[in-house]
């Protein structure tokens, strides 16, 4: 089973430029996450999608873009790349409703120099 | 609002002794609640969760985790550690009027020595 997969797994850019982070998912789940995992700050909701064709914005949006296509994919998008987006992003996955848990991804360490 | 508070970012413990990671949430419904585990340079995999069913959950590996409502905890303990446990553990929880939102404590960082 694939799960959640996410692409590229490694990254390095340069300040200013621009990438996509792919995550594609095989369950079926209605709900997907982009969070990003710094050292010392946990997880933080970067933006989600409760279906096919809607995203919002969750607690640390800025600088990143997302859409929402097809229902087994999440795209993240970096127009122009800062090395304060120096981090592990972690795409996940889950069903609707409150007691369901979500499943993750391997994480893209992305870093900008 | 929800939040989580994981207590002490960084455990250690030696092989063999008792593993407790603590967990605190804040809920103005009743929650779901949820313990991840991290290994090195990988995503993060559920071990348990709480769901209203029993107030003792046992999940994956020898863990299981309590909620007690009074204490607005759920703690994660292993009666004995072994040297394949270390990683970082995170607690989270669902209780929000939209049933989309999972937040996440900070993670404890689990060291186990030989």
């Known amino acids: 089973n694939a799960g959640v997969t996410q692409t590229p797994k490694f990254r390095v850019l340069k300040t200013g430029q621009s990438m996509t982070l792919l995550c594609a998912q095989d369950?079926?789940?209605?709900?997907m996450y982009w969070y990003r995992q710094d050292p010392g700050m946990g997880l933080r909701l970067i933006h989600y999608?409760?279906?096919?064709?809607?995203?919002a914005k969750g607690e640390v949006p800025d600088g990143y873009n997302v859409s929402r296509l097809k229902k087994q994919n999440f795209l993240l998008g970096l127009e122009s790349a800062a090395p304060s987006q120096t981090s592990v992003y972690f795409c996940a996955s889950r069903y609707t409703g409150r007691n369901t848990e979500a499943f993750f991804g391997q994480g893209t360490r992305l870093t900008v120099v | 609002a929800q939040s989580v508070t994981q207590l002490g970012s960084h455990v250690s413990v030696s092989e063999g002794a008792l593993v407790l990671l603590r967990c605190n949430y804040s809920s103005s419904v009743p929650p779901y609640l949820f313990w991840y585990v991290q290994y090195p340079n990988q995503g993060l995999q559920l071990l348990l969760k709480y769901t209203s069913a029993a107030t003792l959950v046992k999940g994956i590996n020898g863990f299981e985790a309590e909620f007690k409502k009074s204490e607005t905890s759920f703690h994660l303990t292993k009666p004995s550690a072994h040297m394949s446990d270390a990683a970082e553990y995170f607690c989270a929880v669902n209780s929000g009027g939209s049933n989309y939102k999972l937040t996440f404590g900070k993670g404890t960082l689990l060291t186990v020595n030989p």
């Open positions: 999608s409760v279906g096919e064709g809607t995203t």
């Open positions: 369950m079926n789940h209605e709900y």
